[in-house]
């Protein structure tokens, strides 16, 4: 097991909104900060459909743009720190993911992290 970085626990939050294979693809151009327009023609759809994504999204997620998607997204932990009067520590804000959750092997033996 190893530490979740921010796009670990990005991934885990699209994940757990339980978007579409299509809004996700939408959101990932959306991190990439690309307009309507863009979104649209890199996944060959039209801009009345890419909208349409995006209200879906946003209803699914609880925001209402881009920035505060991705700042849902990216910003907020999936899982708040309770601290008893004290700040938790940067490191403590992300959890330990298992290696089996990843997309691609490190090829780093049993227990490595796996790339997202």
Same mark, same amino acid.
């Given at each position: 097991?190893?530490?979740? %970085? ?20 939408? &959101?990932?151009?959306? &991190? ?9 023609? @890199? ?17 699914? &997620? %609880? ?32 959890? &330990?993911?298992?290696?089996?959750? %990843?997309?691609?092997? @490190? %090829? ?9």
């Amino acid at each position: 097991m190893c530490a979740a %970085g921010p796009r670990d626990i990005a991934w885990l939050q699209i994940a757990a909104y339980g978007l579409s294979p299509r809004e996700r693809e939408v &959101v990932e151009q959306v &991190v990439r900060g690309a307009s309507t327009r863009q979104i649209a023609s @890199t996944l060959f759809i039209a801009e009345d459909t890419v909208q349409d994504h995006l209200s879906h999204i946003f209803e699914k &997620v %609880g925001v209402r743009g881009r920035r505060a998607l991705i700042k849902r997204l990216y910003f907020d932990r999936l899982d708040p720190v309770v601290s008893s009067g004290s700040e938790a520590s940067y490191a403590s804000r992300w959890p &330990v993911i298992p290696a089996s959750i %990843g997309k691609a092997d @490190t %090829g780093g033996g049993e227990g490595a992290c796996q790339l997202l």
